[in-house]
């Protein structure tokens, strides 16, 4: 995804710094008004209703924290492919994973989705508690992981993972790990692939936190190919990577002109 908008001059550049300060001093905010309630609410509120709030607090969460960037940090999110499989039956999304934005993107426009996360994540003192809440996934035990995964794909949620397991380090994607094959055939449940593009990598995996990011910052989440149900997880493993591969090289139609 290229942007020829970008600006330059020590007066932009000094926005951009202070726009990464405001941006992640929002975040970082939000995490901590729904902190205490999480804390507390996890334990007296019954599964199912603590399930619904938290997931809804993030929704709402991630999406004011969006619009918050779009207005006064120069970022630009196109995520209108996504409004549409919000009423659709459970599927697994499955996309690429570039930077810590992904996550709050795409949570943000589903109403009943849970995430596979990583362990110390659900354990972070900021993050942990709101997800505890809203009963996401741990990813360091793989049967307990496959077996809840299919227990909320069948309760009707939308299930997000990402198929590298972590964030890309070698554009334009890692290799594919196959828990989405192995989720998807457990379950018996479609794997809608997600395309998520920037114009630059930030908070990638080699972009430090504090590093600042150059604005204007686009990033568009585009709906790719929808899987079957896999009977063979090594094939769907290797067939989902050539894929995502194919759609997100630089020399392919689909973001040449993004």
């Not at 009943?112 to 709101?130: E, H, P, Q, R, Y």
């Not at 590093?211 to 709906?223: D, N």
Request: glycine share 6%; aromatic share 8%.
């Amino acid at each position: 995804m290229t942007d020829g908008r970008q600006r330059t001059g020590w007066l932009w550049r000094a926005y951009e710094a202070i726009a990464m300060v405001l941006g992640l001093g929002a975040l970082a905010v939000i995490c901590l008004l729904w902190l205490p309630f999480a804390l507390i609410l996890n334990p007296l509120l019954p599964r199912q209703s603590g399930q619904r709030l938290g997931r809804l607090a993030i929704r709402l969460g991630f999406r004011a924290y969006l619009a918050f960037l779009e207005i006064v940090c120069a970022c630009n999110f196109d995520l209108s492919d996504l409004d549409r499989l919000q009423d659709e039956a459970p599927l697994i999304l499955v996309a690429n994973h570039p930077s810590l934005l992904d996550a709050v993107m795409i949570l943000s426009r589903f109403p009943n989705a849970v995430c596979v996360m990583k362990a110390a994540l659900l354990d972070n003192i900021l993050f942990g508690s709101a997800a505890r809440l809203a009963r996401y996934i741990r990813n360091n035990a793989p049967l307990e992981m496959i077996l809840s995964a299919r227990e909320e794909l069948q309760a009707g949620a939308h299930l997000v993972i990402f198929a590298e397991g972590t964030r890309t380090r070698h554009f334009p994607l890692d290799p594919c790990m196959p828990t989405t094959g192995l989720i998807a055939g457990r379950a018996q449940v479609p794997v809608q692939t997600l395309l998520i593009e920037f114009s630059t990598p930030y908070l990638g995996k080699d972009w430090p936190l504090f590093r600042r990011p150059i604005l204007p910052l686009r990033c568009r989440i585009r709906c790719g190919r929808r899987f079957p149900p896999p009977a063979n997880v090594a094939a769907f493993t290797v067939a989902l990577e050539t894929y995502l591969r194919s759609e997100l090289s630089p020399t392919s139609p689909s973001t040449v002109h993004a």
